[in-house]
C-alpha cells in the first residue's frame, strides 16, 4: 500500500479507535494490503471501510485476548461492503430497490424516496393520492413534479413514509438537524450504573432488534465472532427476503409480537438472559418496553441521531445520502449521485460492533450497564470532515504571464529546501530569442 494511502486510512483508524475510548498503542496492530483503487467516490468512502472494518477487528482481538495482527484487505473490504449485490438465491440476482425508491425530479429539486417494504410503500402512495397499479410509477412521477420537495418530504413523512428532499452540503449545515450533527460527537459511550462484572459460562447472547443492512451487519460480525445472535421481528413485518439472505447469516431469527402477553413474557425472558441488545428501529419506538436489565450493554442505532427536528425520523442510507449533501458531492444538485456502495450503514455496522465489543471489554472489567448509540448522519457527516480528502484546488496555482491568468496543477517534485513552483510562466510559443539566458 502506498504510503499517502497507508497515512490516510491509519488516520481513520487513529480517529475511530480513540472514538472507542481504546489503547491507541493498539493501532499498530492493524496491517493494510490488497488491491487498491477500490469503491471510486469524491469522498474517502474505502477509507471510511477500511478504518470501520479495522476498529471492528482491533476490537475483537482485545476483547478476545489475543495479540493480532489485525489484516484488512482491501478486496475483502470492499466486497463486504457491498455484499448486498452480489447475494445470489439459486442464482437468482437480489432485488436492491424496489420500483417506488429512485430520485424522482420534483418541481423546484429532487426527492429520493424508500419504498421497499410494503408498508412504507402504502404511505408512500397514500402521500401522494396514487393508486396502487401498474402505472404506479408515472403517478407518482407526475404528483412528485408538480410539488415543492420539502413539500414532498412533509406530506410523505406525515403519512408515515420515507421521502427526502435533495440538500446540497451547506444547506444540510445550516438547518437546524445539520446543525445538531455537527455539534455532537461521532458516537456515544455511556455506564449508566454499577452493576457488577457479568460471568459468562457460555457464548455471548445477543439480542437483535434491528433491520435492512447497519444493524444487521453489526450482528452478523458478533456473530462471527461467536456470539448466540437471536434476531427478532414482528409478526406480519419480516425482513425482505433478500436482505434476509445477506445480512442475517449466523443468526437464528424469530417472530414476536411484543403486544402480545405471552409473547412479551417470551421476550422478557430472552432479554433478561441476554448479554447484549441492539435496536435499529426509530428513536421512541421500543420505550413503551422495559428494556433496561443490569449489567446489560445496549447499542442503539439510528439514522438521524434521537435529538434535534428529526430525532423521530425514520430513515435509510440512500435517504441520509441526499438530506447531508452527500449525493450532490458525488453528482450535483441538478444530477444527484450516489456513493459506490451503502457505506454509511455498512461503516456504521462495523463501527457498531466495534463499541460493542468495547463495551464488553469494558464491562467485563469494570462492571456497570453500557450504553453505546450511533446514528447514520453522524458516520455521514464523519465521513464529509473528518476524514483526509483529495481536494485538487491544494495542488494547483495561478500565475499572470504572457498568455494571461494561468491556472496550472503544482509539480509533485517536493523536497525539504526545494523549489515551490517555476520562476517563469510560459510565454508566446515561439517568442523567445534563440539564446540561453544571461548569454
Known sequence: MDEGMDNGVRTGTELLWSALGGDPAHVDRVEYGGVSGLLPARLPVMDLARATVAVCALAAVEHAGLPGPVRIDDGAVATAFVSERHLRVDGRAPVTFAPLSRFWRAADGWVRTHANY??????????????????????????????RAVEVETAVYAAG????????PEEWATGEQG?????????????????????????????????????PVATRSLALLGADVLRIDPPGRPELPDQHADADVGKRTAALDLDRPSDRRTFDGLLDAADVLV?????????????????????????????????????????????TGIAVTEGSAEEPGTLPAQA?????????????????????????????????????????????????????????????????????????????????????AGADAPEWSGA
Request: no cysteine.
Open 118 to 147: 410494503p408498508h412504507h410503500k402504502a404511505a408512500l402512495l397514500t402521500a401522494l393520492d396514487v393508486t396502487d397499479s401498474v402505472e404506479a410509477v408515472e403517478a407518482v412521477a407526475e404528483a412528485i413534479g408538480g410539488r
Open 161 to 168: 413514509g420515507l421521502a427526502v428532499a435533495l440538500r446540497t
Open 179 to 215: 446543525r445538531e450533527v455537527a455539534a455532537r460527537p461521532l458516537l456515544t459511550r455511556e455506564r449508566l450504573d454499577g452493576a457488577a462484572p457479568r460471568r459468562r459460562t457460555g457464548p455471548l447472547r445477543v439480542l437483535d432488534l434491528t433491520r435492512v443492512i447497519a444493524g
Open 279 to 323: 435496536t435499529g428501529y426509530r428513536p421512541g419506538a421500543l420505550d413503551r418496553f422495559d428494556l433496561e436489565r443490569p449489567g446489560l450493554v445496549t447499542a442503539r442505532l439510528s439514522a438521524w441521531g434521537d435529538y434535534g427536528p428529526w430525532g423521530n425520523r425514520r430513515g435509510f442510507d440512500s435517504l441520509v445520502q441526499v438530506a
Open 344 to 428: 454509511l450503514d455498512h461503516g456504521t455496522g462495523y463501527l457498531l460492533a466495534a463499541a460493542v465489543l468495547r463495551s464488553l471489554t469494558e464491562q467485563e472489567r469494570d462492571g456497570g450497564s453500557r450504553l453505546v448509540r450511533l446514528a447514520l448522519a453522524q458516520t455521514g457527516h464523519w465521513l464529509t470532515h473528518a476524514l483526509p480528502r483529495y481536494e485538487p484546488e491544494r495542488h494547483l496555482t495561478e500565475s499572470e504571464g504572457p498568455l494571461g491568468r494561468l491556472r496550472h496543477a503544482l509539480s509533485p517534485v517536493s523536497y525539504e529546501g526545494g523549489p515551490s513552483s517555476w520562476t517563469r510562466p510560459p510565454g508566446l
